[in-house]
T-cell receptor
Framework: NAGVTQTPKFQVLKTGQSMTLQCAQDMNHEYMSWYRQDPGMGLRLIHYSVGAGITDQGEVPNGYNVSRSTTEDFPLRLLSAAPSQTSVYFC???????????FGQGTRLTVV | GQQVMQIPQYQHVQEGEDFTTYCNSSTTLSNIQWYKQRPGGHPVFLIQ?????EVKKQKRLTFQFGEAKKNSSLHITATQTTDVGTYFCAGMDSSYKLIFGSGTRLLVRP
């Protein structure tokens, strides 16, 4: 039982490049979400999903896209990376909304 | 949208001293969750409070949920070096967004 798996763990991008951060969970959780963490700013919600086929915007969605074609996977896409997107990204899942969230190990992204 | 504020931002204590962090929401919450993040790690769930005025204890940690369900606190009695980390509260709004506070970073001097 791996829990929530994020790949890659580290990534360096050039401004304007695109990439996808992967997130997979093996707990059959309905609710999944993406956060970014910047120093002194806590965790800010980017996008979330209450189930397969359903996604919605969080607090800071601009510059990011998501999709939820399966229960297990919730990839986060950066279409054109900007230095302001340098951050640590966490994916989380929970059985339902309003229950304990399990976090992945995080992806440290640097945009130069 | 919902905002969750947490104070203080930092707390540096001597081992054995107590520690408290406070969380305030701009809206009434259905419940509140608390997480701990060790340096370099990911947030780990500690507890969830649901009822107005609820108090829960986990060993040296005491969690409270306010009567109006808009504020909460975490109190650690007799801190230890293993308590070092950042403590976050999080509340879910009516559209199922789980919003985190900015966290309180606890440093413990041995």
């Amino acid at each position: 039982n791996a829990g929530v798996t994020q790949t890659p763990k580290f990534q360096v991008l050039k401004t304007g490049q695109s990439m996808t951060l992967q997130c997979a969970q093996d707990m059959n959780h309905e609710y999944m979400s993406w956060y970014r963490q910047d120093p002194g700013m806590g965790l800010r919600l980017i996008h979330y999903s209450v189930g397969a086929g359903i996604t919605d915007q969080g607090e800071v969605p601009n510059g990011y896209n998501v999709s939820r074609s399966t229960t297990e996977d919730f990839p986060l896409r950066l279409l054109s990376a900007a230095p302001s997107q340098t951050s640590v990204y966490f994916c989380a899942s929970s059985n339902r909304a309003n229950t304990e969230a399990f976090f992945g190990q995080g992806t440290r992204l640097t945009v130069v | 949208g919902q905002q969750v504020m947490q104070i203080p931002q930092y707390q540096h204590v001597q081992e054995g001293e107590d520690f408290t962090t406070y969380c305030n929401s701009s809206t009434t919450l259905s419940n509140i969750q608390w997480y701990k993040q060790r340096p370099g790690g990911h947030p780990v769930f500690l507890i969830q409070l649901v009822k107005s005025g609820e108090v829960k204890k986990q060993k040296r940690l005491t969690f409270q949920f306010g009567e109006a369900k808009k504020n909460s606190s975490l109190h650690i009695t007799a801190t230890q070096t293993t308590d070092v980390g950042t403590y976050f509260c999080a509340g879910m709004d009516s559209s199922y967004k789980l919003i985190f506070g900015s966290g309180t970073r606890l440093l413990v001097r041995p």
